[in-house]
């Protein structure tokens, strides 16, 4: 696997979603609600979901009346969320870092820490232009990441996770630029019962994601430091999340 595209390998893996299959949707619709209530979009509204993965936010958006396009690199995840498609609803194959559709979103998210995987910085700036161009005049984008300080000062460095009869050992650990986690995986059923992969994501500020908005013509609406909205503390909150609009060139 090369390193540069750990994300290929690992998003498409069946294993990646039975790891995270306990991840709390309850606490991430309700944010997603929290949001709606905040921006108060205008009914049937067009919304572009950033690695969207299986859909399951863009369905929500979906059904609150919004007309969503979930885009995301992971065939297999695609192929699932396909499944769910609607005339108000699609899901597109999609590399974030390409041009897609231009001037024609209201609004634009990437949520859950759904960046920060690239190599090389211009690839990240490459992921904004797409999302920036996608969007119309005034068009707001809102991205949400992990606050990178409160994330240095809690990390939790090893766990052994048993789902059925698979067992995911994770180690974490991170350097001035990334954090890591490896997940070792053991799979009884599997006729390749071991597996190795190692996330990698980017340790952007609050100053990086100002500079990286700005250079693609987002400036800065508000910030917030967790999914109830509140305010950003560059030490407590377990969140940055951040909101642009799109200006004029």
């Known amino acids: 696997m090369r390193k540069e595209a750990w994300y290929k390998d690992w998003f498409a893996s069946p294993y990646y979603h039975k790891l995270y299959h306990k991840r709390d949707e309850t606490e991430a619709f309700k944010f997603i609600n929290n949001l709606i209530q905040y921006l108060k979009p ?17 369905i929500a958006l979906a059904e609150m009346g919004f007309n969503v396009t979930g885009i995301d690199l992971s065939l297999p ?5 396909k499944k769910s498609e609607t ?8 590399d974030m870092r ?12 990437n949520f859950f820490t759904s960046f920060g995987y690239f190599r090389t910085k211009r690839e990240h700036d490459n992921a904004i232009r797409t999302i920036a161009n996608s969007l119309k005049k005034d068009g707001i984008f809102v991205i949400d990441y992990l606050n990178i300080r409160h994330a240095e000062e809690t990390l939790h460095a090893n766990d052994v996770t048993k789902v059925g009869n698979t067992t995911f050992h994770i180690t974490r650990w991170q350097d001035e630029n990334y954090f890591y986690k490896q997940i070792q995986i053991t799979d009884k059923k599997s006729l390749t019962p071991k597996h190795l992969y190692t996330e990698k994501i980017a340790k952007f500020s609050l100053g990086d994601f100002t500079e990286m908005l700005s250079y693609q013509h987002l400036q800065m609406q508000e910030i917030f430091g967790d999914y109830q909205l509140g305010s950003f503390n560059i030490k407590k909150s377990p969140r940055l999340i951040l909101v642009a609009k799109k200006v004029a060139r």
């Open 77 to 81: 995840s695609i192929e699932e969320a």
């Open 42 to 58: 205008k009914p049937e509204s067009y919304m572009l979901d950033v690695a969207c993965g299986k859909g399951r936010h863009s």
């Open 98 to 109: 390409l041009p897609f559709w231009i001037n024609y979103f209201d609004y634009a998210f």
């Open 87 to 94: 005339e108000n609803l699609h899901f597109f194959q999609h």
